[in-house]
């Protein structure tokens, strides 16, 4: 579990973070949702250690992250596995090169285990004979699944993906969204994920966690969402019609379906 306490950050006279208070949870995808400017950027930066706050704390399964030292950050920082907005590969290294990278950097792995580790990632995220080609010669979705191949590799406790739906279609969208869940489920991983897909946050999202100006104004999962009189929440949520009634005609499918009369979750 990752929590945070009273988190405060400021640039000059603006303040960006207000003391945020939230907890993120093992086995679960916890969304950070919110409009521009609302804090999500900062905090994730501040969480993963890119970002100094100016108060408060993040804890790592108790472990006051924000006022270790900087070796003992490190121990945690190899635990930590990132998925970037645009997959942040090195065009000049292979599909393999690129998995492998933080597995020659961080460890003492012989090359025979960092190729069986490498092979049993990418086959994970469903991608066979990939490993000698370059970024440029795969899909943009290809390149989301080599991203989070390469945040496996080092069997991360705690996983962050930034917008990992940023620049894909909706199937591919789906597809991505659906290998994150499976991963943090099956490695027991407390993931974090800031977005703007608010079909992600309804699909797959467990733990939300809703930003306005600074201040975290709502924590919940995707039913209390939907049960929520938060007028705040539910603007920014259903800011699109589309949104609003695809999830709300499918409760009411199954709802007929099961022969019961539709009810509001």
Known sequence: MIELKGLKKRFENKEVLKGIDAQFHEGQCNM???GSG??????MKCIVGLMEPDEGSVLYD???FTHLKYGEKRKIRQELGMLFQY???????????????????????????????????????????????????????????????????????YLFCDEPNSGLDPM????????????TIEFKMTTVINTHDMNSVLEYGDNIIYLY??????????????????EKLKEFIYASEFIKNQHFSSDNKKDNTSGRTPQTE
């Not at 609302?38 to 905090?43: A, F, Q």
């Not at 201040?215 to 049960?227: C, D, F, L, N, S």
């Open 32 to 34: 950070i949702i919110g």
């Open 38 to 43: 609302s804090g999500k950027t900062v905090m």
């Open 62 to 64: 108790g472990r006051d």
């Open 87 to 157: 997959s942040a590969l090195f065009d000049s290294m292979t599909v393999e090169d690129n998995v492998a990278f933080p597995l020659r950097l961080f460890t003492k792995m012989s090359k025979r285990k960092i190729a069986d580790r490498v092979n049993f990632c990418l086959d994970r995220v469903n991608l066979e004979k990939v490993n000698n080609l370059f970024p440029d010669e795969i899909s943009g979705g290809m390149k989301k699944r080599v991203g989070i191949a390469r945040a496996m590799a080092l069997n991360p406790k």
């Open 172 to 183: 591919t969208s789906t597809v991505i969204d659906k290998l994150i869940k499976e991963i």
């Open 213 to 230: 100006k600074g201040t975290m104004h709502w924590q919940g999962t995707p039913e209390e969402i939907k049960a929520s009189d938060d």
